[in-house]
């Protein structure tokens, strides 16, 4: 009975010591656990880690030249990394903010299996310090409120399919929700079709999160509380909403005009009061 106490035992380190090596697993804590039970990080950030892992793991398999689930931890060395983000830009078109994006998401499954797992601390320093792209920050885009109307009535009502995205609607053909990709897609089509009337459409980069933007900025000129848009839009911190306040150029010439600007001839010149330039050569 010892015995074979013993080599279950034996067996049940065995098993534990090769699910710490397989990368598989760790993925699936790290999306699950992590990112949903620990950190109760945004649906979006959520999905953008997932996006993350489904690029990665087939490039780590292809690289690796074995399955998907018998990849390592080790198999994630720091020249894969590299590998991947020039990959990313290379063949995919990435930008510099995306392939920070995908680092980033990377950054953070490593220190989670560092925390962990201390036999892959040495592994988890060498591929956190890979490091950021530096990038230009992106303009903001947001549509003003002439050009959201033009997006609202370019769906032809008289179709099943114009009166589906006018009510916005997000099903396909087959009465299934749309995915991410089809609801960019929709997004990109009907910019198309707006911009034969609202010419200013052409010079702008509209995605699915600029009428997000849209929606936040048009809030703030509305003076709607910014604690409850970060609620809203499901920022965790308020910084990330205050970038809102700073892109709208009309909030700022508002604030301009709020300020009392004393007019030529209210102040003595500085250089003639012989009180504050005494007192200060005094000091």
């Known amino acids: 009975m010892k015995l074979t106490s013993a080599s279950h035992a034996t067996r ?8 710490n090596s397989l990368i598989g697993p760790w993925i699936r804590r790290f999306l699950l656990e992590h990112l949903v039970a620990e950190r109760n990080l945004a649906r979006n950030t959520q999905s953008s880690y997932r996006d993350t892992m489904v690029l990665l793991l087939p490039f780590m398999a292809r690289t690796a030249r074995r399955a998907v689930d018998r990849l390592t931890v080790e198999d994630l060395s720091p020249l894969l990394v590299r590998r991947f983000l020039q990959h990313l830009e290379t063949e995919r078109g990435c930008g510099g903010a995306t392939r920070n994006l995908r680092l980033g998401a990377i950054h953070s499954l490593a220190k989670f299996i560092g925390c962990h797992s201390p036999e892959h601390l040495a592994w988890c ?18 549509l003003d409120k002439p050009e959201i109307d033009a997006l609202l009535a370019a769906p032809d009502r008289r179709t099943e399919r114009g009166a589906r995205d006018h009510e916005r609607v997000f099903l396909n053909r087959l009465g299934q929700p749309l995915t991410r990709f089809g609801i960019y897609d929709l997004v990109q089509k009907t910019v198309r079709q707006a911009s034969a009337t609202m010419r200013s459409l052409k010079g702008k980069r509209i995605s699915p999160h600029s009428v997000r933007h849209t929606t936040a900025v048009h809030l ?3 003076s709607v509380d910014i604690n409850t848009i970060r609620a809203w839009l499901g920022h965790v911190s308020l910084d990330t909403t ?22 030529p001839g209210w102040a003595k010149p500085w250089r003639r009061d012989a009180g504050i330039i005494g007192f200060l050569r005094a000091l």
């Open 242 to 263: 205050h970038v809102y306040a700073e892109v709208d150029l009309e909030m700022k010439a508002r604030a301009l005009d709020q300020c009392d600007v004393p007019q």
């Open 12 to 19: 049940n380190r065995s098993n534990t010591m090769r699910d």
């Open 220 to 222: 703030l000129r509305a």
């Open 125 to 142: 320093t060498e591929v956190r310090a890979v490091p950021f792209k530096k990038t230009a920050r992106p303009t903001m885009s947001y």
